[in-house]
């Protein structure tokens, strides 16, 4: 399995709070990426990381904000949780191998409940 | 965004049964990956294509990479009640090497 662990695995907060999700990888794998998952839509990329300091948005990054200031972390922040924001967060992640082909490898996730 | 067609979206069969699921994109793809997520864990991968035509085995799961470059379909056979969970298509276009494009997922369920 790849190294990658992902805290709190578990969480519960108010609307308005803010919240930081982290993803910590033993790989030194250069690209990190945070996907959320919830019923009928699959896994939507919020954010990734293509080394430190250098991210870019996904397709759903309204409301969120990612830092990575060593390769092995990478933070995911909500601002001010809104209920919306209720699902598990995954994080992956990736590095071009032998086929030069993107392989991406996921944590356990996050649960996050926003009430 | 974008988004694989991934059928079926479920499935419940006996066990020892074989079980086929399929992909299919609007674009040429040049990766296709098979994942499966049990309840409350993260996505596992199953096996990578990277190769149009490619056929690719992991014990009894068996995949392949469409001709087209559109398609990918993954094979389970002789399946066992551990096989139940989610299984997710996945793929890079050629416009975007580093962004995975995913299905929906398919649920299996298996009948002891």
């Known amino acids: 399995d790849a190294g990658i662990t992902q805290s709190p695995r578990h969480k519960v907060t108010e609307t308005g709070t803010p919240v930081t999700l982290r993803c910590h990888q033993t790989e030194n794998h250069r690209y990190m990426y945070w996907y959320r998952q919830d019923p009928g839509h699959g896994l939507r990329l919020i954010h990734y990381s293509y080394g430190v300091k250098d991210t870019d948005k996904g397709e759903v990054s309204d409301g969120y904000s990612v830092s990575r200031s060593k390769t092995e972390d990478f933070l995911l922040t909500l601002e001010s949780a809104t209920s919306s924001q209720t699902s598990v967060y995954f994080c992956?992640?990736?590095?071009?191998?032998?086929?030069?082909?993107?392989?991406?490898?996921f944590g356990p996730g996050t649960r996050l409940l926003v009430l | 965004g974008q988004q694989l067609n991934q059928s079926p979206q479920s499935m419940f069969i006996q066990e020892g049964e074989d079980v086929s699921m399929n992909c299919t994109s609007s674009?040429?793809?040049?990766?296709w990956l098979w994942y499966k997520q049990d309840p409350g864990e993260g996505p596992v991968l199953l096996i990578a294509?990277?190769?149009a035509g490619e056929l690719t085995s992991n014990g009894r799961l068996t995949a392949q990479f469409g001709i087209t470059r559109k398609d990918s379909f993954l094979n389970i056979s002789a399946s066992i009640p551990s096989d139940v969970g989610i299984y997710f298509c996945?793929?890079?276009?050629?416009?975007?090497?580093?962004?995975?494009?995913w299905g929906l997922g398919t649920s299996l369920a298996v009948n002891p």
């Open positions: 996945a793929g890079t276009d050629a416009g975007n090497n580093r962004k995975l494009i």
């Open positions: 294509l990277y190769k």
């Open positions: 674009s040429i793809f040049n990766t």
């Open positions: 992956a992640i990736s590095d071009l191998g032998a086929q030069r082909q993107e392989t991406q490898y």
